[in-house]
């Protein structure tokens, strides 16, 4: 069993749908969660990133943390054409080692 | 503010040739890290510098990778011979290392391919 788990989808949308991302992980040790953005033949740029359970929100996009279920989220309103692009989630425990999820694609079609 | 440098952008060459893959990290980043993204196994940690010493390299898949950094600011990654099974996307990142756990800044990548 992977670290992390992440539906590689391609999930397809369209403009102005409500789009959900999930992974799911093992390890309880991490307290570390972030969400990168990678559009085609770039760097994955991070997107959010939370430390430990709960919310935060950051203009159209909420990430949420449920460390009881090792479950985490990131939402994204109202969503644009420009959101096309791999979501990866990641964590890390603290130290360098960060673990990421394959990866889910996202369509947004106008 | 520049970000993570990575030189060649691309990169064809046949099997058995020497590949050498640059990076520049962020300015005062002391923490460096070389990626390989592929659609089978997808981003996975190759080797981690801190203050320029390897501090883990368990994720180099074999003795023809090798990575250096002679300084802070400048970062090496050789394959030597290459083959066609490490044709891939390789990533340099950088990360101040701020003990809040590790922001990682990506490159745009060197893309890979070996004939």
């Known amino acids: 069993q992977k670290e992390v788990e992440q539906d590689p989808g391609p999930l397809s949308v369209p403009e102005g749908a409500i789009v959900s991302l999930n992974c799911t992980y093992s390890n309880s040790a991490f307290q570390y969660f972030m969400w990168y953005r990678q559009y085609s033949r770039k760097g994955p740029e991070l997107l959010m990133y939370t430390y430990s359970s709960g919310n935060k929100e950051d203009g159209r996009f909420t990430a949420q943390v449920d460390k009881s279920s090792k479950y985490i989220s990131l939402f994204i309103r109202d969503s644009q054409p420009s959101d096309s692009a791999t979501y990866l989630c990641a964590m890390s425990s603290g130290g360098f080692k960060t673990i990421f999820g394959a990866g889910t694609r996202l369509f947004v079609k106008a | 503010d520049a970000g993570v440098i990575q030189s060649p952008r691309h990169e064809v060459t046949e099997m058995g040739q020497e590949v050498t893959l640059r990076c520049k990290p962020i300015s005062g980043h002391n923490s460096l890290f070389w990626y390989r993204q592929t659609m089978m196994r997808g981003l996975e940690l190759l080797i981690y510098?801190?203050?320029?010493?390897?501090?883990?390299d368990s994720g180099m898949p074999e003795d023809r990778f090798s990575a250096k950094m002679p300084n802070a600011s400048f970062s090496t990654l050789k394959i030597q011979p290459s083959e066609p099974r490490d044709s891939a996307v390789y990533f340099c990142?950088?990360?101040?290392?701020?003990?809040?756990?590790?922001?990682?800044?990506f490159g745009e990548g060197s893309w890979l391919t070996v004939v």
């Open positions: 510098f801190n203050n320029n010493v390897p501090i883990d």
């Open positions: 990142a950088s990360s101040p290392m701020t003990g809040l756990g590790n922001t990682i800044y």
